[in-house]
């Protein structure tokens, strides 16, 4: 089974490319969806989130807005947060990713915002970077308004450029420029995966622009 890494900043459009990919029949982990489970009501995170962060839990869920109160400006608080979310949202993974080939599925994908951040690309046989135009970006988080101006900065600040991630990915696909291209990069993508197999894993461990395919011309785990 080919395990494909989806990535991407914030408001690049990676939700939409994850919801083409199931809807042409590939398995998507999602870890942003699996960390509103782990802090929602009967959630694993939400006991030792409450333990950690107290008064932060009502209705026996996490208070996502309280808890991002007390993390936001806090570098310790973040990393104590991490260390209780993070093993339960790798756990997660590794169950979808075993249950995924016990079903004999060719590819499968991993939907994670920080992967290289977080190292997560080393699980990857591939990687898929979802890219919009900064316009673009700025515009959606805009619209968003649920982040303001110096949030949206921390925010940016906490993962890699989008250039650099670019600069890594196996695949670059194109967002701001309609679905249909989206679709159609994606659709490609699944047909090379399924076709070449994996074949000799020569994706780099850092930068790097040779055998890069670029299918185009022009709190969560964020």
């Known amino acids: 089974m080919i395990v494909l890494g989806l990535t991407g900043s914030i408001a690049m459009g990676k939700s939409t490319a994850s919801a083409l990919f199931r809807r042409e029949g590939v398995p998507v982990f999602c870890a942003d969806q699996t960390v509103h489970r782990l802090l929602g009501p009967g959630g694993a995170a939400v006991t ?5 962060f107290p008064g932060v839990v009502a209705a026996g869920a996490v208070d996502r807005v309280q ?48 992967l290289f951040e977080a190292g997560l690309d080393r699980l990857c046989d591939r990687i898929a970077v979802v890219s919009a135009p900064a316009s673009v970006q700025y ?10 101006a110096v949030r949206i900065k921390a925010t940016l600040a906490r993962q890699m450029p989008d250039a650099l991630k670019r600069r890594r990915a196996d695949f670059i696909i194109p967002s701001g420029q309609g679905r249909a291209l989206t679709r159609r990069v994606i659709v490609d993508i699944i047909r090379t995966l399924k076709n070449n197999g994996r074949g000799t894993r020569t994706r780099a461990r850092g930068p790097r622009q040779a ?6 011309k022009g709190p969560s785990l964020r």
Do not use: M, Y
């Not at 030792?48 to 950690?52: K, L, R, S």
């Not at 990393?79 to 209780?84: D, N, P, T, V, Y």
């Not at 979310?85 to 939907?111: E, S, Y």
């Not at 515009?139 to 303001?148: A, G, S």
């Open 139 to 148: 515009q959606r988080l805009v619209r968003r308004r649920t982040l303001d």
């Open 48 to 52: 030792p989130i409450e333990t950690a």
């Open 211 to 216: 055998g890069r395919r670029s299918l185009t």
């Open 67 to 114: 808890l991002a109160a007390k993390v936001f400006a806090d570098p310790h608080a973040l990393k104590r947060l991490e260390a209780i979310v993070h093993p339960l949202v790798i756990d997660a993974q590794d169950r979808f990713l075993k249950a995924a080939a016990r079903r004999g599925n060719p590819l499968a994908v991993l939907d994670i915002p920080l």
